[in-house]
């Protein structure tokens, strides 16, 4: 349900063939913002697993996860990533607890 709601909100409009073919062969910009992503991360609906799919939809700018601490005191960490650039903490989720910090 998730994954249909970020393809509704990305969808690129299609350009004509003529329009495509004079079009300079740059990289396409981003369809995902970071204003989109830091929604879909505050969703309660939002998972990891969906993160390699965010990836491909835009590498320029998507989600990633890691985990931290020691042992017991292991957290769940969700970021902005630009390229291989990690940014802003968006989420976080204690393992012991299953407590949520969301970060705007």
């Not at 590498?59 to 931290?68: F, Q, R, V, W």
């Not at 968006?90 to 607890?97: E, I, P």
Request: charged share 25%.
């Amino acid at each position: 349900a998730m994954r249909l709601l970020l393809i509704q909100r990305v969808a690129v409009p299609r350009r004509s063939p003529r329009l495509a073919a004079s079009a300079p062969a740059a990289i396409p910009p981003s369809p995902l913002t970071e204003a989109i992503l830091r929604k879909y991360a505050a969703d309660r609906r939002a998972n990891a697993d969906h993160f390699p799919w965010l990836a491909r939809v835009s590498p320029a700018i998507c989600l990633s996860t890691e985990l931290d601490g020691p042992g017991d005191n292991r957290i769940d960490i969700w970021r902005l990533k630009r390229g291989e650039e990690s940014g802003a903490k968006l989420w976080l989720r204690s393992l012991r607890s299953g407590q949520v910090q969301h970060y705007e």
